[in-house]
């Protein structure tokens, strides 16, 4: 094995090293090429490495003991690229989701909500059954007569069965999902 490629395998090691104690900063480009050990095998930094083929890298890692213990250099140049290209991902932070009151408030708001819905209901059956379409009253009367039914119960009913806060676009956001690049 030629010197020159066991010279590049411990200037590698050596930079990432570096990197990951924090004395050396890499560039952009160099971050980029951490992502994969055939584009970090690609990376040139002058004064330090040139390229290498990844093969010649394996084979002079494999073949390099690193210390007494016997663990090979490969496996470790593998584990030090990742953390290396880690450094470079940016942390998500989700924003905290709001808690949700406790389970028997949930069941009191849910029963509450029940309640006044079928108080709706039957209030609007309860006028339907009323409606005497035998009666003297035209078919505009009785039209008119529905729409003010209607006008009062969503003056009295729609403020507590629809959510407008839960609905309103403020509240709405979009997730994305799902794998990207395949």
């Not at 390229?51 to 470790?76: F, P, T, V, Y």
Request: positive net charge; glycine residues 4%; aromatic residues 6%.
């Amino acid at each position: 094995m030629r010197t020159t490629t066991i010279k590049n395998l411990h200037s590698r090691r050596t930079w990432l090293t570096n990197v990951l104690s924090g004395e050396s900063s890499p560039s952009k480009v160099e971050f980029r090429a951490l992502s994969t050990m055939k584009s970090f095998c690609l990376l040139e930094i002058s004064g330090l490495f040139k390229r290498i083929s990844l093969n010649s890298l394996k084979q002079a890692a494999k073949s390099s003991i690193l210390d007494i213990s016997g663990s090979n250099m490969w496996s470790e140049m593998l584990e030090m690229r990742a953390k290396a290209f880690a450094l470079s991902t940016p942390t998500v932070i989700e924003a905290p989701t709001p808690s949700l009151p406790p389970f028997k408030e949930q069941a009191r708001i849910a029963l509450l909500e029940a309640h006044i819905a079928s108080m709706a209901y039957f209030d609007v059956l309860t006028f339907l059954e009323r409606i005497d379409p035998q009666s003297s009253h035209s078919a505009e009367e009785i039209r008119a007569t529905i729409a003010l039914k209607v006008k009062t119960s969503k003056a009295k009913y729609h403020s507590f069965l629809t959510s407008d806060q839960m609905i309103s676009s403020k509240n709405i956001k979009v997730i994305d999902g799902g794998k990207k690049n395949g």
